[in-house]
């Protein structure tokens, strides 16, 4: 091989290691973008879900005004799962609010003195007792849920049918995520009315 030859060869060699650094570092310098990207797009999504959740949180506040003067929140979450389970044992009861019994008995208490529950003997073991629903906490339960459910219509209302679509993919994705089942049509039987499931209630 002459001079010239080698010469050439040795710069074609120089020519492709270049082109192979360069294309290391591009791939490197695009994965370290795309790794940016999703954390912010990952800040960008829990940052727009925290603010959903104060508008969702006020709207829920706002739904219990009108009882708020005869039971408390807690109060409220215990008459959503005697309406979700029915007939219920006051062991099982504090456990599904995650209580003592000594505090959930406490709070049956005030339920019954409001008129909102009451107590009946378990026909299958007359040595238990079970917590019920009257229909007046019944009622409280289902005025409850209808107010917070308009008030969220309306808010929704407010969106054009594109932006209506792509939150109603957003957040059954995301409630697929956390494991929440779907909030039935309105005139289907609601087994969590104000999204507190057996598993769920804190």
Same mark, same amino acid.
């Given at each position: 091989?002459?001079?010239?030859?080698?010469?050439?060869?040795?710069?074609?060699?120089?020519?492709?290691?270049?082109?192979?650094?360069?294309?290391?570092?591009?791939?490197?310098?695009?994965?370290?973008?795309?790794?940016?990207?999703?954390?912010?797009?990952? &800040?960008?999504?829990?940052? !727009?879900?925290? #603010? =959903?959740? @104060?508008?969702?949180?006020?709207?829920? %506040?706002?739904? +219990? /005004?009108?009882?708020?003067?005869?039971?408390?929140?807690?109060?409220?979450?215990?008459?959503?799962?005697?309406?979700?389970?029915?007939?219920?044992?006051?062991?099982?009861?504090? &456990?599904?609010?995650?209580? !003592?019994?000594? #505090? =959930?008995? @406490?709070?049956?208490?005030?339920?019954? %003195?409001?008129? +909102? /529950?009451?107590?009946?003997?378990?026909?299958?073991?007359?040595?238990?007792?079970?917590?019920?629903?009257?229909?007046?906490?019944?009622?409280?339960?289902?005025?409850?849920?209808?107010?917070?459910?308009?008030?969220?219509?309306?808010?929704?209302? @407010?969106?054009?049918?594109?932006?209506?679509?792509?939150?109603?993919?957003?957040?059954?994705?995301?409630?697929?995520?956390?494991?929440?089942?779907?909030?039935?049509?309105?005139?289907?039987?609601?087994?969590?009315?104000?999204?507190?499931?057996?598993?769920?209630?804190?």
């Amino acid at each position: 091989m002459s001079d010239v030859e080698k010469d050439v060869a040795t710069d074609v060699d120089a020519d492709t290691n270049t082109n192979s650094n360069t294309s290391t570092s591009t791939d490197a310098a695009a994965a370290a973008a795309a790794a940016a990207a999703d954390v912010d797009d990952v &800040d960008a999504v829990t940052r !727009a879900v925290l #603010t =959903a959740s @104060r508008v969702l949180v006020a709207v829920s %506040a706002r739904s +219990l /005004a009108e009882v708020e003067e005869r039971v408390t929140l807690p109060q409220v979450r215990m008459l959503v799962v005697l309406s979700t389970r029915g007939a219920t044992k006051l062991v099982t009861l504090a &456990d599904l609010l995650q209580v !003592a019994p000594s #505090t =959930a008995m @406490r709070m049956v208490d005030r339920l019954i %003195a409001a008129g +909102l /529950a009451d107590r009946q003997t378990n026909p299958g073991n007359r040595r238990e007792t079970l917590l019920q629903l009257t229909e007046e906490g019944r009622r409280t339960v289902e005025d409850v849920t209808a107010r917070r459910r308009a008030e969220i219509a309306t808010i929704v209302e @407010r969106l054009t049918p594109t932006q209506r679509t792509a939150i109603v993919e957003a957040l059954t994705a995301f409630n697929e995520a956390g494991g929440e089942p779907p909030v039935p049509a309105v005139h289907d039987a609601e087994p969590h009315p104000l999204g507190w499931g057996d598993a769920t209630t804190t």
